[in-house]
């Protein structure tokens, strides 16, 4: 509906340009400069950059003072293969994929749940949904800190067990329950927003739906397989993506938490915190920036599979190429018309 | 219309451009002005260099000094990052000794201060410099020397029957055994922070190797003798006793009431390992906010059959350097520091040992001049085992460590790790 606003108001505007073709045409082209250039610099200064000093300095055995080429010593790939070869680095991959998997396994059906629970009309939902969301809204660090202290092996949460006769394990130090402390963490934390982000889906779907299937005689949990879950698979599947990509950086909660020499120990370090640890904490700028070309092109592959595979049918026309929009609709139209063929026979 | 899309460039031309000249607050181009960077950033120390500054200033007509107090573990980071660009780094800034210095000097980023410093104040930092030199030259102005040893609590050393401080390995296990028997956690070690625990390490190895594999093994990073290793399995010892606090892998060095710092404060624990700045740590944590009535100070243990010179001392050796582009009235600014006043002052603000050998004197702590005797009795101080090596083999050092305490490590892997390590940077 909007879009038809849109189009409706653009088409004066388009008439008005037909008059003076040059002069709208350069103001167009400086209006867009102008707009898009703090973007551009912005982005181009803090991503492509960074990005390319990253790669340079990654070749090098480097600790951070003058340039490489003069205070370094060129190292070619080595310093991609030490990091391929450390056990720790390993770990650490595999620590923050457990975090990707984790968190979805565990965040995506609670979110559904409570996003249902709040979509119902009951007295206190207003303050219900604030109270969800709180935990995402606060910091980080003082998540962090709260937790640690509460999480201590002589901290508040073994100190309340031992009333009720348990002697609480370490939570956060013992290898077998850190990860699983993590998780818990992290998707109290984050709860709020994907159930923020699934009460708006659900918001969208047309109340129409309900009512015919009411009279079709289906019941509440039908309706929400049926009706619900379907058509929030969009919000689903970029909520998905979202929560993937943070999940990939994940370095904040477990470095002030666990710190950076416990979380090895304990089996929580991620991608992010081994960088850190081993890049800038350890003064090995060209080493760091290694490990961090290795991230990042772990993330872009992440992303793009992620992207071709699941999410190119809600980005279509947006960022997908118009040629393969074009294949696809034709491919649908084909479908349809051998359904239609077949429905004749 | 035509203006306002004028102004509107401007304005977004404008903000580009400012956000471009964020970053800077570096050293300045004028003559007069001194950028100083140090990591006290609240209390008696972060008052003592603003005075310190104050009365500089008031001494030089026209002289600014312009002070940034940097959070300690934010320092070194910062510091590589500003000095990128010597013209946009510090004049003056701390520097801690060890591995880091000698790369900013091999990167000319040290002024070298031989001819610079005063020959009177030669003479009363006297070995206190050591840790400031390299190749028999002076890279920076030492304003304090910090050695280490074992802190602990009177009142439960009394509680658990102990009368005499422990002076070997066996009385100190001794000791732990009967403060465990009587239901007091033996030591705090602050594991979470890696360096805490290290350090009983690096005493053990101090010990344990002879003088000459010790500077060798430093000088070559090669740590392949077998004191090494004997070092990490008279830790596990230790640890496998159990005589370190409850949840010490989680335990932070300094931060709140449950730091192991904490624990020894609030009579939580017995014993912490820690440089001379624990009795000021202490204070802050302590319930009233006053200084430890009941503290203790012993050397750290000698080890029977350890190879290692009688009563040698390791620590923290804090000094200031200088940026080469810094203006000349810098050189009078650290020259300043040495002074006898400051010194002093300095030795009270940061309740630790003074640099100069006449403010060394002047210090009436009880366990504070213990240390200053052990210091003019031993051979020069060591420097501790990560700053010397370098955070790159310092860190995994520490890694170590931990990993041993927790228990997925072995002493081997210690000496495993620092090699890989090399292998990094």
């Known amino acids: 509906m909007t879009s038809a606003i849109q189009a409706e108001a653009a088409r004066p505007r388009s008439a008005k340009k037909e008059k003076k073709p040059s002069s709208g045409k350069l103001q167009r082209n400086l209006e867009i400069l102008v707009l898009a250039a703090p973007a551009i610099i912005v982005f181009v200064g803090f991503v492509i950059l960074p990005l390319i000093l990253g790669f340079y300095y990654g070749f090098y055995r480097w600790k951070g003072f003058g340039m490489p080429s003069e205070t370094g010593e060129f190292a070619g790939i080595d310093n991609y293969i030490t990091a391929f070869k450390d056990p720790t680095f390993q770990a650490a991959i595999g620590h923050t994929f457990i975090v990707v998997v984790g968190s979805l396994v565990i965040q995506a059906p609670i979110a559904i749940l409570f996003a249902l629970l709040l979509n119902q009309k009951f007295k206190g939902r207003g303050l219900v949904r604030t109270l969800i969301f709180v935990p995402y809204v606060i910091s980080e660090v003082i998540v962090g800190t709260g937790w640690s202290l509460l999480l201590q092996k002589t901290g508040a949460v073994n100190e309340l067990l031992s009333y009720i006769g348990i002697d609480g394990p370490d939570w956060l130090a013992d290898p077998k329950i850190a990860m699983i402390t993590l998780l818990v963490i992290i998707s109290w934390k984050y709860i709020g927003f994907a159930v923020i982000l699934m009460l708006a889906g659900m918001q969208s779907i047309p109340e129409e739906l309900y009512e015919a299937a009411k009279v079709d005689g289906a019941g509440f949990w039908q309706m929400q397989w049926s009706i619900t879950l379907p058509l929030l698979a969009p919000t689903l599947r970029i909520w998905v993506f979202l929560s993937m990509i943070g999940s990939l950086q994940l370095f904040d909660l477990v470095n002030i938490i666990w710190g950076s020499y416990i979380s090895e120990t304990a089996g929580v370090s991620t991608m992010a915190t081994y960088m850190v640890r081993n890049g800038r904490d350890s003064g090995n700028y060209g080493y760091g920036s290694a490990v961090a070309i290795i991230i990042f092109i772990i993330s872009l592959v992440v992303a793009l599979v992620y992207q071709k595979f699941v999410l190119n049918r809600d980005l279509e026309g947006a960022l997908t190429e118009e040629k393969q929009a074009k294949k696809r609709a034709a491919k649908r139209a084909k479908e349809a018309q051998r359904l239609a063929a077949s429905e004749v026979k | ?425």
């Open chain 2, 1 to 425: 219309m035509k203006f306002k899309r004028i102004l509107a460039a401007g304005v977004s031309a404008a903000a580009v451009l400012g956000m471009a000249a964020c970053g800077g607050g570096g050293s300045s181009a004028d003559d007069n002005t001194i950028v100083f960077w140090h990591n006290a950033t609240s209390g008696d120390g972060r008052q003592y260099w603003e005075d310190f500054a104050a009365e500089f200033e008031s001494e030089h007509e026209g002289v600014t000094v312009q002070i940034e107090a940097i959070q300690n573990e934010d320092f070194e980071g910062k510091l590589t990052t500003a000095m990128q660009d010597l013209s946009s780094g510090p004049d003056v800034f701390m520097a801690l000794g060890g591995q880091k210095d000698r790369d900013m000097i091999a990167a000319g980023q040290m002024m070298d201060l031989t001819d610079k410093i005063t020959d009177e104040n030669k003479e009363k930092l006297g070995s206190s410099l050591d840790s400031a030199t390299y190749d028999g030259k002076i890279y920076g102005m030492p304003t304090t020397v910090q050695p280490g040893g074992i802190w602990y609590s009177k009142d439960l050393f009394a509680q658990a029957g102990i009368t005499e401080a422990p002076t070997t390995w066996e009385e100190l296990i001794d000791a732990c055994q009967k403060l465990k028997d009587a239901g007091i956690d033996p030591i705090a070690v602050g594991a979470k922070d890696a360096w805490p625990a290290a350090h009983w390490y690096y005493w053990l190895s101090l010990r344990i190797c002879s003088p000459d594999v010790y500077e060798e093994s430093m000088a070559n990073k090669d740590f392949s003798a077998e004191c090494w290793t004997a070092a990490g399995e008279k830790l596990q010892e230790l640890n496998d006793a159990g005589y370190f606090n409850e949840g010490y892998l989680t335990t932070t060095a300094q931060q709140g009431a449950s730091s192991s710092a904490g624990l020894l404060a609030n009579h939580k624990a017995a014993m912490e390992l820690m440089g001379t700045w624990e009795p000021g740590v202490l204070k802050d944590l302590t319930p009233d906010k006053q200084p430890m009535a009941d503290l203790g100070f012993f050397a750290f243990p000698s080890v029977e059959g350890g190879e290692g010179e009688e009563g040698a001392l390791m620590g923290a050796a804090t000094g200031f350097g200088v940026n080469p582009e810094a203006p000349d009235i810098a050189i009078e600014f650290i020259n300043k520091m040495a002074e006898k006043e400051w010194q002093d002052k300095y030795a009270t603000a940061f309740s630790t040992i003074p640099a100069t050998t006449e403010s060394q004197a002047d210090v009436t702590d009880e366990s504070l001049a213990m240390l200053i005797t052990a210091l003019n009795e031993s051979d020069g101080m060591k420097l501790w085992m990560d700053t010397s090596l370098g955070a790159n083999i310092g860190n995994a050092l520490n890694t170590g460590v931990v990993n041993l305490l927790s228990g997925t490590g072995t002493p081997e892997d210690i000496v495993k790790a620092m090699n890989d390590a090399a292998a990094k940077g």
